[in-house]
């Protein structure tokens, strides 16, 4: 028996509810589904989708309305749900749900975009913050021993082989140095990018740009992960990424884990 754990930037859960998010849902043979970019309150979803039925849903929303949020789908109720770190310029924008079920525990996490308003780069000083911030909130459970994954949207790529076209993207956020630096201290620390150990061939994505026939092309960037650490990939049996699902800019990707992990 194994326990699959999914994550997905939704890009808008109403809109992808309106392509397929429910159908696919049940197909999708998961206990612990993890969606990032909800962009509504739990309040302005339909009911199918804020409550369907035989899954548990958790959201965190940011206070800014129609920005961020994610949302959590497990078939069974966690023993404890945690949104906050404790920075409230960060707690605000809702990117966060620090999940226990048993001895496994689930960070569901929409890091931000280095990017402000106008592209300008001005949010990078923020998404490093916001790195380091949850990195230090994990650090005793890996420390320890602890099985934990973070699962989400990192907005970073963090080599050449996890984007179609890294030389022209080299001054882009996503891809700049301090952010991949910053992705390689989780790695050194003992995190485990669960895909590449298992995946170690090029072409393998998580986004497109939504201009037309960018995703047909496979012109991508691998910026979806879950992260394992040493106590949690131990039981990690596969990783995939889901490229055939669509209904967001972003597809799914997944971790198969032996059901011993809780």
């Given at each position: ?71 959590l ?57 916001f ?49 991949r ?31 037309f026939?960018v ?26 990424i889901h ?20």
């Amino acid at each position: 028996m194994s326990v699959r754990v999914v994550s997905w930037n939704v890009n808008g859960l109403r809109s992808a509810h309106g392509k397929g998010f429910l159908p696919w849902l049940s197909g999708a043979r998961a206990q612990v589904v993890a969606l990032q970019e909800v962009r509504a309150r739990a309040d302005q979803l339909p009911n199918e989708v804020r409550a369907p039925p035989r899954w548990k849903t958790h959201f965190s929303s940011a206070e800014r309305p129609g920005y961020s949020g994610v949302g959590l789908f497990s078939r069974d109720e966690p023993d404890a749900v945690e949104t906050r770190l404790g920075v409230p310029e960060m707690d605000v924008e809702g990117r966060l749900q620090l999940a226990r079920f048993g001895k496994l525990t689930v960070a569901n996490v929409y890091f931000p975009n280095g990017n402000g308003k106008d592209r300008d780069l001005s949010r990078i000083p923020f998404k490093l913050a916001f790195y380091r911030r949850l990195f230090a909130e994990l650090e005793k459970p890996l420390r320890d021993g602890g099985r934990v994954l973070v699962v989400g949207d990192f907005n970073t790529a963090h080599q050449d082989i996890d984007l179609a076209r890294p030389r022209e993207n080299r001054e882009t956020s996503g891809f700049r140095p301090e952010e991949r630096e910053e992705l390689d201290r989780w790695l050194r620390a003992g995190w485990v990018d669960s895909f590449r150990h298992f995946n170690k061939g090029g072409g393998h994505y998580s986004w497109w740009s939504q201009r037309f026939g960018v995703r047909e092309k496979n012109i991508g960037w691998r910026i979806d992960y879950v992260l394992a650490s040493p106590g949690a990939m131990a039981y990690v049996k596969r990783a995939a990424i889901h490229p055939e699902v669509s209904g967001s800019d972003h597809c799914p990707v997944s971790v198969d884990l032996d059901s011993a992990v809780r």
